[in-house]
């Protein structure tokens, strides 16, 4: 069975600092693979896709990620965090047989950006 | 563009209630799904479906029921509503299989009492 682990609950960093989230991922096959954001009271926002092909994906609002099969990780990274970006980060893995309506998330890491 | 909407946004119950999330998509997309967000679980799939007439079983089923009479609506059924389905309830479409994302609704906070 697919699974996400995201093993950093509460990530606190400063305003302009880099950022980097974890993210490891099994699943049997060439995975599909998210990053979803969601802010306070909000539903969830498509941030960045890996489906195949080149390892390093750029997402929206300056967010990157980088697939290394070897680790089964799909970390998040940015180079300079600002105070817009607290939020709540979900990795998420999708079903190759089903697409993504089928998917499995992590837990979740919770983003404080201080002054 | 009003994409993925969950009606309603909040609701209280009382323990053996029944009630329905309504969600409706009008982006055309055959698959839509039905998560419930908890804090420190994420987001896990209730049910899901494929395509009108067609759903599914997720990872959490157990007290809800869905149908999908329409491409454009995936209600969610709670029959006799319980304290542990307190949560927030998400609905999501995709176009499908490939190379495509979900699209999330805003959720609905349910608090059962």
């Known amino acids: 069975a697919q699974s996400v682990t995201q093993p950093d609950i509460h990530i606190t960093v400063s305003e302009g600092a880099s950022l980097e989230l974890r993210c490891n991922y099994s699943?049997?096959?060439?995975?599909?693979l998210f990053w979803y954001v969601q802010s306070p009271g909000q539903g969830l926002q498509l941030l960045l896709k890996?489906?195949?092909?080149?390892?390093l994906v750029q997402g929206i609002k300056g967010f990157e990620a980088e697939f290394k099969r070897s680790q089964s990780s799909f970390n998040l990274r940015k180079p300079s965090v600002h105070w817009s970006d607290a939020a709540e980060y979900f990795c998420?893995?999708?079903?190759?047989?089903?697409?993504?309506?089928?998917?499995?998330f992590g837990t979740g890491t919770r983003l404080t950006i201080i002054p | 563009n009003a994409g993925v909407t969950q009606t309603p946004k909040f609701q209280v119950l009382k323990t053996g209630q029944s009630m329905t999330l309504q969600c409706a998509q009008d982006m055309n997309h055959e698959y839509m799904s039905w998560y419930r967000q908890d804090p420190g679980m994420g987001l896990r799939l209730i049910h899901y479906s494929v395509g009108a007439g067609i759903t599914d079983q997720g990872e959490v089923p157990n007290g809800y029921n869905v149908s999908r009479s329409t491409t454009e609506d995936f209600p969610l059924r709670l029959l006799s509503a319980a304290p542990s389905q307190t949560s927030v309830y998400f609905c999501?479409?995709?176009?499908?299989?490939?190379?495509?994302?979900?699209?999330f609704g805003q959720g609905t906070r349910l608090t059962v009492v």
């Open positions: 999501a479409s995709s176009y499908g299989a490939g190379n495509t994302e979900a699209f």
């Open positions: 998420a893995v999708g079903s190759l047989n089903f697409g993504n309506e089928k998917l499995t």
């Open positions: 890996y489906f195949s092909g080149d390892t």
């Open positions: 699943y049997g096959a060439t995975p599909y």
